[in-house]
């Protein structure tokens, strides 16, 4: 999982409004902002009249370019998973979704938008990318850069759920030129692991990070979630403390949140009465991610967002994300795939037959998109931006000729009362540990009226 990785990632659902800032219980809905404006205000109309002439036009002089992979098969469906994967396809369906995935690249790169550009950044996002065998991988690797060789790239990422993972494995995905490698760890705990649906156990995270360690990845990220069925104030700080001894370059937190279409949701909605343990309410989590980014900071480690920190400020990069939370391309691969070129948000086709259709007939498996205006493009990158603890004025008011200070003056004042901002710092707009533990229900503060209060997706 990465920070941006649903803006690029399908949820697949229909979520009605977001998720309200409470000290109660984790309720039904969206949480996390992946992009603005809200989803739900994407139109198949704009395939015609905004996608595809965006893809027709070559893409300005300097505007980064990346390649998001979308690979949806796992062991095991999570319970609080939202994106589009699958776990019932064979060696055979996962080899015609590869063959389609690589044509899909091949009808990209005859876009005037996308052709002849270097790629800046790659992305293997699931889904469960390391599901696939070495052969597959080597076989998509070596189609998809006979298009466009990334061996230049600022960054490769790769996802990984540990048990999927062998040490030959490990080599081919280091061979294939990948730079991050992104650890689905969650938690540490066997039971809670079970409890929530993960495939893996404890074990095989230790066996998977020491092979990942010994074939030399440049960074090696963990991700852990706070808040999981199960969890407890032991159980988290345990998790905690097993990862600061792994020490990884990266370890990437989430609070758990329930989008519409996770089983846990589904079983609080209808009252299944699957689950007996409940998920942590916002209070709760708020409070471990707190303690874990303390310990985390004790250790050497630096906060460098609402959700990461890194041992090594200086050499650790999140290139990725960087470049999608200032308004970079971005050709997304894959279904349900979200995509961003020359100013227009895009998203494919959500279900498989339908998206393999549309590539196997020559055309890009285009659902749904928006052209966002001037200021909503400023609004998009500010709120993305925040997400990293602060912002510098002075990038929007060269690239924008926006003063933030004075366009945001009611919402960054409403943070200010609320206690929410640290205002030490003269040159930048910098949210407080409290403000940066609950940024995303802080930024619809931000949006324009039109887009508050409907439906996220």
Known sequence: MSEAASAAEAPGATEVGSAPETPGATEVGSYFVANYPPFSTWTTDAVAEAARP??????????????????????????????????????????????????????????????????????????TPSFLSVRQLRSLVDRLSAVT??????????????????????AAIREMGVTRLSLGVEHFDDQVLEINGRAHRSAEIFRAYAFA?????????????????????????????????????????????????????????????????????????RRWVDEAFAELERAGYTVGSAYTAVRDPARTRFVYRDRLWQGADLAGLGVASFGHVNGVHMQNLDSWGAYAEAIEGGRLPLNRAYRPTDEERLIRE????????????????????????????????????????????????????????????????????????????
Request: hydrophobic letters at 35%; aromatic letters at 12%.
């Open 54 to 127: 965006a893809l027709a036009t070559p893409a300005p002089t300097g505007v980064p370019l990346g390649l998001y992979l979308h690979i949806p098969f796992c062991r095991k469906r999570c319970h609080f998973c939202y994106f589009r994967v699958y776990t019932d396809k064979n060696a055979a369906e996962v080899q015609s979704y590869l063959d389609v995935l690589g044509r899909e690249w091949e009808l990209y790169a005859e876009q005037p938008a996308i052709a002849g550009r270097p790629l800046d950044f790659v992305y293997f996002g699931g889904g």
């Open 213 to 285: 360690r010994s074939v030399g990845f440049p960074q090696i990220n963990v991700d852990l979630i706070a808040g999981m069925l199960g969890e407890s104030d032991e159980k988290w700080r345990t998790a905690v403390e097993k990862a600061v001894a792994l020490d990884p370059d990266s370890i990437t937190i989430y609070q758990m949140e329930l989008p519409f279409n996770t089983t846990i949701s589904s079983d609080l909605l209808h009252g299944n009465g699957q689950f007996r343990q409940t998920v942590a309410p916002w209070s709760t989590k």
């Open 149 to 170: 060789p990334w061996t230049d790239a600022s960054e490769i990422t790769f996802e990984c759920e540990p048990g999927t993972l062998t040490e030959s494995k490990l």
């Open 382 to 457: 500010l709120v993305l931006q925040l997400k990293l603890g602060s912002i510098r004025p002075s990038y929007f008011r060269e690239k924008y000729g926006v003063d933030v200070r004075d366009r945001f003056t009611a919402p960054l004042a409403s943070l200010a009362r609320d206690g929410y901002l640290d205002e030490s710092s003269p040159d930048a707009v910098r949210l407080s540990r409290g403000g940066l533990l609950r940024v995303d229900s802080l930024l619809p503060r931000f949006f324009l009226p039109s887009h508050t209060d409907i439906r996220y997706t």
